[in-house]
C-alpha cells in the first residue's frame, strides 16, 4: 500500500469511528478537520527531512568534488617533477574520492525522486483536505439549518422541553391565581354578610357580651351627661330672659 493509501485507510477509519459516535456532527467534522491537517504537517516534516539528507549528501559531495580536483592537480604538479610516486598516490585518492561521489551521487538522485513524489502525494493530500473542507462546511451548515428547523417546529408545536416547561408554569399560575380569586370572593361575601368581623374575632361569647354591655352602659353614660347640658343651658337661657 502506498504512503498517501496508508494516509487516506488511516483518515477514513478514523472518520467513521468518529461519526459512528453519538455526539455534535459539527464537533466531530471540525475535529476530523484538524487530523487531516495534522496529517498534511507530517508528510511535510517527513519531506523536510528528506530534504534535509539530500542537501547533507550534496555538501558532502561538493567536497569530495573539491578534492578530486586537488589530487587531480598534485598528480599533474608530480608528473611536471618527475615524481611518479606522488602523482600515484594522488591519483588513486582521486579515484576512491570519485568512486564515493559516484555513490553519493546514486543515493541523492533517489533521495531527489523521494522528494518528489512526497511532494506530489502532499500536492494530492493537500486538495483533498480542501475539498474535505468544502464538504464539512457544507454538511455543518445544512446540519444546524436542520437544528435550528427542528427547534422552532418543537417550539411552535409543544413538543420541545421548553415549551413543556412554559405550559406548566402557566397551568400552575392559572392554578394560583384561581385559588387567589375564591379566597377573595369569599372574603368580600363575607364582609357584605357582616360575618367577617366575627370570623375574625377570636373572643368567646361572655367577652363579646360583656363588651356590649360596656359600651351600651358608656352610651347611656354620655347620654345622661348631653341631656343634663342641655337642661343646664335652657335654665340659664330662661333666667336671662
Known amino acids: ?70 589530487y587531480d592537480g598534485q598528480a599533474r604538479e608530480a608528473m611536471r617533477q618527475d615524481r611518479d610516486d606522488l602523482a600515484r598516490r594522488a591519483l588513486e585518492k582521486k579515484q576512491a574520492h570519485v568512486g564515493q561521489i559516484t555513490d553519493l551521487t546514486e543515493q541523492i538522485d533517489s533521495l531527489q525522486e523521494t522528494q518528489d513524489r512526497l511532494v506530489g502525494k502532499r500536492a494530492e493530500l493537500s486538495s483533498q483536505i480542501e475539498q474535505f473542507r468544502t464538504r464539512k462546511e457544507t454538511v455543518k451548515a445544512r446540519y444546524e439549518a436542520a437544528e435550528a428547523s427542528a427547534r422552532v417546529s418543537e417550539a411552535f408545536t409543544g413538543v420541545g422541553d421548553t415549551m413543556a416547561d412554559v405550559s406548566r408554569s402557566i397551568e400552575r399560575a392559572t392554578e394560583r391565581t384561581e385559588r387567589m380569586e375564591a379566597r377573595a370572593a369569599a372574603l ?15 373572643s368567646d361569647d ?35 330672659d
Open 188 to 202: 368580600e361575601e363575607l364582609e357584605e354578610s357582616g360575618q367577617l368581623e366575627s370570623v375574625l374575632d377570636d
Open 206 to 240: 361572655i367577652d363579646r357580651e360583656l363588651d356590649r354591655l360596656s359600651n351600651e352602659k358608656a352610651v347611656e353614660y354620655e347620654l345622661e351627661t348631653l341631656r343634663k347640658e342641655m337642661d343646664a343651658d335652657e335654665q340659664v337661657r330662661e333666667t336671662a
Open 1 to 70: 500500500m502506498s504512503l498517501l493509501g496508508r494516509i487516506s485507510y488511516t483518515i477514513r477509519a478514523k472518520l467513521n469511528a468518529l461519526l459512528n459516535r453519538a455526539s455534535d456532527p459539527s464537533a466531530e467534522l471540525d475535529y476530523s478537520y484538524e487530523e487531516l491537517r495534522d496529517e498534511l504537517q507530517r508528510v511535510t516534516r517527513g519531506i523536510a527531512d528528506v530534504t534535509t539528507q539530500k542537501k547533507r549528501l550534496e555538501i558532502h559531495r561538493r567536497r569530495l568534488r573539491e578534492n578530486v580536483e586537488k
